[in-house]
């Protein structure tokens, strides 16, 4: 009975651990797969806390760092979201920029940028005001909130794929700040914006596992001081 237990217990703590840890991203250690080359990690009081670590944006309005574009093809962001159960992306920001707005977008897609393939983008964007404080953001992806983006390309036309054959194949994701409807690239803008937290959310039923897992973990420890 002690070895089944403990079985139990193992498989349910591997569970819990898979799926809380694989979707969230707090800059701790380095800022891949989030960085892109393009933007560091800074430590500073402007953060969420004194010591605690972002990921600085510093956006100058034109190439490399035209304007405000975080992307990834990492395999633990992207995949099968279908399978996933993701319905959306969280993360704090905060615009420091004393001229620029940020319309916040999310898109995913079924090739490395929006040149080429498949897109689907935010219908509409979350607006941060210049020289904001941190702010709390959740973008939903879903097919009612999304729609396809055309291609980037010089009078491109939008891919072939419907939005659940990119949603389980997805290969890149992004988040951005543009203002057009449509378009999955990032505007210009012109001052420093700091991404923490970023986090792929699952749907509830993935949640309510995870919860259940820690609660029949817990029973597992009660049962196991009586018996004792």
């Known amino acids: 009975m002690k070895n089944f237990a403990f079985v139990i217990h193992f498989f349910l703590l591997f569970n819990f651990i898979t799926n809380a840890d694989y979707i969230f991203e ?3 250690t380095n800022p891949e797969p989030w960085g892109s080359a393009k933007w ?9 806390s004194a010591s605690n670590p972002y990921l600085l944006v510093d956006s100058i309005g034109s190439p490399p760092k035209r304007g405000v574009i975080l ?3 990492d395999s633990l962001w992207t995949g099968n979201y279908i399978s996933k159960g993701i319905t959306g992306i969280a993360f704090d920001v ?33 607006n941060i005001e210049p020289s904001s404080n941190w702010t ?5 992806i879903n097919e009612n909130e999304l729609s396809k983006a055309s291609s980037a390309m010089s009078n491109g036309s939008p891919g072939s794929l419907n939005f659940n054959q990119v949603m389980s ?14 378009n999955a690239i990032c505007e210009d803008h012109y001052g420093n914006v700091f991404f923490d937290n ?6 509830p039923n993935s949640i309510s596992m995870i919860i259940l897992s820690l609660l029949i973990l817990v029973m597992i420890k009660n049962q196991k001081s009586v018996v004792t």
């Open 71 to 73: 992307r990834t093809n």
């Open 198 to 203: 970023i986090q792929l959310i699952p749907e």
């Open 26 to 28: 707090d800059f701790t």
């Open 136 to 140: 709390s953001v959740f973008l939903p």
């Open 169 to 182: 194949n997805v290969y890149a994701l992004r988040i951005i700040s543009q203002g057009a409807n449509g």
């Open 40 to 48: 560091n990690i800074e430590i500073s009081q402007d953060g969420l």
């Open 94 to 126: 905060r615009n420091m920029s004393d001229q620029d707005s940020l319309r916040l977008r999310v898109a995913i897609g079924e090739s490395q940028n929006p040149m080429s393939g498949t897109w689907f983008v935010s219908s509409s964007f979350i």
